[in-house]
């Protein structure tokens, strides 16, 4: 049962351009959503975040959309760099008070090639 | 200030034996969740530890278990390895409930033959 899902293993986007990451999410009771980039070798580096009851949020060159009707969320990264080439992990965790309080789950990832 | 650390980096053993991978919280969190990324998929969740008890726990057979001592650090334990045991095995610290954020280790890369 893969309750967050990133449909896209893959995206490559040239250097300056914008590239935009997909997640999908079943659970309604999901009401905290993050963004993980990471490196081969290393662990996840915690990106961007957003509660479920704003419907975007900002951080320099990123963005996180999210569109609760549609159980949606996207991951803007404008420009983009080279340095950005990672895989990007979105998660998301359940509301306080319930017993899945501070579990994430991860979505499958998607590989990002920002090319020169 | 150091973040979360976790050992060994890699480990090899052989299927049947039992193997124990450590971890240190970041300096002030008082929580450590286990993460299980197989190769091409995200992390799974397998347990949180919270004031030496395991408060949530993930979609994992019994042979997974784990420890956390009062300095916060934390202890995973695998029995009767089997080669689908084979992953990185990710330590992430928080403060209670997770506010604050998620901290992860590099992970320790365990290889089953």
């Known amino acids: 049962d893969q309750q967050v899902k990133q449909n896209s293993p893959s995206l490559s986007v040239q250097e300056g351009r914008i590239s935009i990451l997909n997640c999908d999410y079943t659970?309604?009771?999901?009401?905290?959503f993050l963004w993980y980039k990471k490196y081969p070798a290393e662990g996840p580096t915690f990106l961007i975040s957003?509660?479920?009851?704003?419907d975007k949020n900002e951080d320099g060159r990123f963005t996180v959309f999210l569109n609760k009707s549609a159980k949606h969320l996207s991951l803007h990264i404008v420009p983009s760099q080279p340095g950005d080439s990672a895989v990007y992990f979105c998660?998301?965790?359940?509301?306080?008070?319930?017993?899945?309080?501070?579990?994430?789950?991860f979505g499958q990832g998607t590989i990002l090639t920002v090319h020169p | 200030d150091a973040g979360v650390t976790q050992s060994p980096t890699h480990l090899i053993k052989t299927r049947g034996q039992q193997v124990t991978l450590r971890c240190s919280p970041k300096?002030?969190?008082?929580?450590v969740s286990w993460y299980q990324q197989a190769l091409g998929q995200g992390p799974q969740f397998i347990f949180q530890y919270y004031e030496e008890e395991e408060r949530q726990r993930g979609n994992f057979p019994d042979r997974f278990s784990g420890h956390q001592f009062p300095n916060y650090s934390s202890e995973l334990n695998v029995n009767a390895l089997l080669l689908g045991d084979s992953a990185l095995y990710l330590c992430?610290?928080?403060?209670?409930?997770?506010?604050?954020?998620?901290?992860f280790g590099s992970g320790t890369r365990l290889t089953v033959v």
């Open positions: 300096s002030g969190h008082d929580t």
């Open positions: 998660a998301a965790r359940r509301a306080s008070g319930g017993t899945s309080y501070g579990k994430l789950t």
């Open positions: 659970n309604s009771m999901f009401d905290y």
């Open positions: 957003i509660s479920s009851i704003k």
């Open positions: 992430a610290s928080s403060l209670r409930g997770g506010s604050g954020g998620y901290t």
